[in-house]
């Protein structure tokens, strides 16, 4: 089965299939299914709409940002590598994962403290659904999992990257969730 005998359907269970105990302001899911939805849906719908497939130039891709995932760096999710199936931090986390409060919190004060002037472009208030919060949780909470990532993903970005082979960012996600600015 694609992901394995893993499964994690956002907070509803608060713990993984295997037992393992998640935080109430978990929010989770498996990578694969997304893959599994793409393989099962893109071709229903060209066959429904008696549509070639060669004639198809693009697919619109949405995700509610920041819905983020840690990766190799050929874009390999943690989470199914053997060694990091039973840890949560190694899963997609949802925008509306909210356990990484803590780090939300501190990451808004450093910036008030050093006068960062890309905060203000954030009102002074970066969201424990924004990414760097959560990647600094992934770090406090399970450095393991932090050192092995290689590449950040927003979800969006890495299903663009799973259907072309190509990397390639949105800057509308990057610049809303992951603090970026083309000119700074």
Known sequence: AIGGNLRIRSNTQLK????TPLSPDTALQHPLDYVEVLKTVIPAVLSEGKVDPAE??????DFTTCTMLPTLEDGTPLCILPEFEHE???????WK???AVAEA???NRIAAERGEPWHARYSGA??????FPKIWEILNRAPHVYDATERFYEAADWVSLVLTGTEIHSPSFA???WLWNEVD
């Open 16 to 19: 993984l299939a295997d037992g």
């Open 56 to 61: 198809v130039v693009a697919v619109g891709i």
């Open 88 to 94: 949560p931090q190694a899963y997609v986390k949802l």
């Open 97 to 99: 994962h909210h356990s």
């Open 105 to 107: 919190e501190a990451l």
């Open 126 to 131: 970066v969201s424990c659904e924004w990414a």
């Open 175 to 177: 610049g809303c969730k």
